[in-house]
């Protein structure tokens, strides 16, 4: 039922546009959907990647779409070379941005815990996400 949104159905379709500018030749693409919530409280720091620098393993991902950012601080995301030492890219992404990237044997990614932000009132702090994980099938 998630996926009959208007929105969300939108947002595919312009993730297989943005697969098939790349590969005009692709046919047919899988894609997995998972959705991630954090949360952080002044006792301790929320993991959004404890496996450390990491790739999905699909051809192409959005590493983190993100949803909603409350009442935190951290949560960067890095991209990185083969070497995964070279930073491409790092950036505290705000709601309604998120990271497309080649990913299985090209770009290695990562995104730093998050803490609740000690100027903000009392309460768990959260970042909420969308990620994707594209294959081209054929």
């Known amino acids: ?10 947002l595919i379709r312009c993730l297989a546009k943005m697969v098939e500018e790349l590969h005009p030749d692709v046919v047919r693409l899988r894609m997995h959907m998972h959705h991630m919530f954090v949360f952080a409280d002044m006792s301790g720091a929320g993991a959004n990647a404890p496996e450390g620098i990491h790739q999905d393993g699909a ?13 935190i601080v951290g949560g960067e ?10 930073e491409y890219l790092r ?7 998120g ?13 730093t815990p998050i803490q609740e932000d000690p100027d903000t ?18």
């Open 121 to 138: 009132p009392s309460h768990y702090g959260h970042r909420s996400i969308i990620g994707f994980d594209i294959d081209i099938v054929q």
């Open 77 to 86: 995301s890095v991209v990185y070379a083969l070497d995964k030492k070279t």
């Open 59 to 71: 051809d192409y991902i959005v590493s983190a779409l993100v949803i909603e950012r409350v009442g």
């Open 1 to 10: 039922s998630v996926t009959e949104y208007d929105e969300l159905q939108w």
């Open 99 to 111: 990271i497309f990237q080649a990913d299985k044997d090209r770009l290695w990614h990562y995104v």
């Open 91 to 97: 950036r505290t992404l705000a709601p309604g941005e």
